[in-house]
T-cell receptor
């Protein structure tokens, strides 16, 4: 059974600071997703990482994937209040069957 | 208009009642999913369907059933609702391809009293 672990589960940081959210998973996969969820809202796709060494960047967020270590990171650069949300990673356990398993999320609070 | 819609958006019901949650999509995707979200537990897969005739149980299908009426419609039923089915329910869609990312509906907040 695929397990997906995120840490930290809660992160409070000041504006302007950098931080990284980690996503570890337990079985082989080469397809990983990051989603954002604002309070009371749906999930919004941020990044799709398809291969070892993949790196994607959008604004102040950068995601990377190391399939050998079974690890993905979501790095936040110079955080701003608008980035406050819950971030989920999700792993496709079967290489294309799209039956993904989600981590329980990291709640990010950026303090002005 | 939203690509993935869910009805109702909010529902309060009583224990033992039958409830149906509906999901429709205009994205033309062949794959549809139902998840529930509980605080501290993330999203858990209830059922998924890769086409109209292919329906599969997820990790928490007990107490739920689904119907794929058409490529664009996927309904989730609670035959006899119980309080621990109180949760936020999401429908999602995807299409087979390079990225395979899932697109989520706005969610249905269900409360079972």
């Amino acid at each position: 059974e695929l397990k997906v672990e995120q840490n930290p589960l809660f992160l409070s940081m000041q504006e302007g600071k950098n931080y990284t959210i980690y996503c570890n998973y337990s079985t082989t996969s080469d397809r990983l997703y990051w989603y954002r969820q604002d309070p009371g809202k749906s999930l919004e796709s941020l990044f799709v990482l398809l291969s070892n060494g993949a790196v994607k960047q959008e604004g102040r967020l950068m995601a990377s994937l190391d399939t050998k270590a079974r690890l993905s990171t979501l790095h936040i650069t110079a955080a701003v209040h608008d980035l406050s949300a819950t971030y989920f990673c999700a792993v496709d356990e079967s290489g294309g069957y799209q039956k993904v398993t989600f981590g329980i999320g990291t709640k990010l609070q950026v303090i002005p | 208009d939203a690509d993935v819609t869910q009805t109702p958006r909010n529902r309060i019901t009583k224990t033992g009642k039958r409830i149906m949650l509906e999901c429709s999509q205009t994205k033309g995707h062949d794959r549809m999913y139902w998840y529930r979200q509980d605080p501290g537990l993330g999203l858990r897969l209830i059922y998924y369907s890769f086409d109209v005739k292919d329906i599969n149980k997820g990790e928490i299908s007990d107490g739920y059933s689904v119907s794929r009426q058409a490529q664009a419609k996927f309904s989730l039923s609670l035959e006899s609702a119980i309080p621990n089915q109180t949760a936020l329910y999401f429908c999602a869609t995807s299409v087979q391809g390079t990225y395979n990312e899932q697109f989520f509906g706005p969610g249905t907040r269900l409360t079972v009293l």
